[in-house]
């Protein structure tokens, strides 16, 4: 057995401050694409593209060998590992000219983050007993939206200097490093899990309700910011620098219904399942309505769908999982929710295309029916969960 460990606040800061950074992984370089793209002229326009997506792609795949990492490693060596790659591979780029390097240095970027998040998270489960996970999981959700402004800003302000210059934006990530040096215990999480080494089908056909939640859930999300920007300018005369803020205070409102989560899951315990498919619902239908007012009004939904969307499934899989969660139901969520991101352009493009032809707010549409998709899927796991079992005659 593994020994008591004191949970102290600049523990519970120290397993916070991981959540700051996993936003980060492709959202902090989205504003310096652009520029990017100018000084890499010649290469193909995919090359370009994957500098903000292929680090999703490494930490599905790390995430799902994470149980077997943790069978050999305690928690602090994992921290320390992933956070010191994080800092090197995703810095590291600002000394890079060569795009196929470049495209290495943010796939190990992506090793890094499927190694720091589910101990983000896990750990917070690890540590509290399960009446105290909903503050926490909306604490920890509200770190991860404050990342991505903090990131979004201070990444686009760089790249004003330079392409390159906006990669320092990750050296935020030794902040979090010298925490755990200082203060987060070393557990050996496999003390606690004695089932197997690596990945079991298992685990996904019990936490299947959360895992598919989070992936339909970032499914929807990502059709906001990569198409938002695109879609307002035509639809209004808002100047880049107003959609830019647009874009940010929807982070901010998940940012302050994070802090919030705790009361908001006590207060509408029975129907909080469902307030992230609505909000999505009705933020998007409201972006196809078009106009300053309901693009403004559709974005405090957004924000709210996610603000109140992550916690919540991230708290009754933790709660589920117990102690076990950050080597059982953690790894499969990052992986289901970067795999999320992952795949929602190239669903949701097509059937755009498709279904709406030349309609401009076609994603828009298709973020609709996804998220009727996502209610149905909320609707059908709660429900047919909570019925007693059948009587034999």
Not at 165 to 183: C, E, K, P, Q, R
Not at 198 to 212: D, G, I, Q
Not at 276 to 282: E, K, Y
């Amino acid at each position: 057995m593994s020994r008591k460990v004191e949970v102290t606040r600049p523990v519970t800061a120290t397993i916070l401050s991981m959540s700051l950074l996993t936003v980060m992984a492709g959202a902090a370089i989205a504003p310096a694409l652009g520029i990017i793209k100018e000084h890499f002229a010649t290469a193909p326009d995919l090359l370009v593209q994957l500098i903000v997506s292929i680090p999703a792609l490494f930490i599905i795949i790390t995430s799902l060998f994470f149980r077997a990492i943790s069978k050999r490693l305690r928690t602090r060596s994992i921290a320390i590992i992933g956070l010191l790659l994080y800092v090197l591979a995703g810095a590291g780029c600002y000394l890079v000219r060569e795009i196929h390097v470049l495209l290495f240095m943010r796939a190990l970027l992506g090793v890094s983050v499927g190694l720091i998040m589910p101990l983000s998270t896990g750990l917070l489960a690890f540590y509290y007993p399960p009446e105290q996970l909903a503050r926490l999981m909306g604490l920890s959700a509200a770190m991860n939206q404050m990342g991505g402004v903090v990131a979004t800003l201070l990444a686009g302000l760089l790249a004003t200097i330079e392409w390159n210059y906006a990669f320092l934006v990750y050296l935020l990530g030794l902040i979090a490093l010298i925490m755990v040096l200082v203060w987060l215990p070393d557990e050996q999480l496999s003390s606690h899990d004695k089932q197997g080494n690596a990945f079991a089908p298992r685990h996904l056909l019990k936490f299947h309700p959360s895992v598919t939640g989070m992936f339909l859930l970032m499914m929807v999300f990502f059709i906001f910011p990569t198409n938002f920007a695109i879609i307002t300018r035509e639809q209004t005369d808002l100047s880049s620098q107003s959609i830019t803020m647009v874009m940010v205070g929807l982070d901010v409102v998940a940012f302050f219904v994070g802090l919030a989560f705790g009361g908001i899951m006590k207060y509408f315990r029975s129907v909080i399942k469902y307030f992230a498919p609505v909000a999505f619902i009705l933020g998007y239908g409201l972006y196809v309505m078009g106009g300053v007012p309901s693009i403004m009004a559709g974005s405090v939904c957004i924000g709210l769908a996610t603000g109140v969307g992550v916690p919540y499934l991230n708290t009754i899989a933790s709660i589920k999982g117990g102690k076990n969660s950050a080597t059982t139901v953690m790894p499969l969520l990052s992986a289901a929710l970067y795999l999320g991101q992952f795949l929602s352009p190239l669903i949701v493009m097509p059937l755009a295309a498709a279904c709406c032809h030349d309609d401009v707010t076609g994603p828009y549409k298709v973020g609709v029916a996804i998220s009727c998709l996502f209610l149905v899927q909320v609707w059908a796991t709660r429900h047919f969960q909570s019925l007693p079992p059948r009587k034999n005659n």
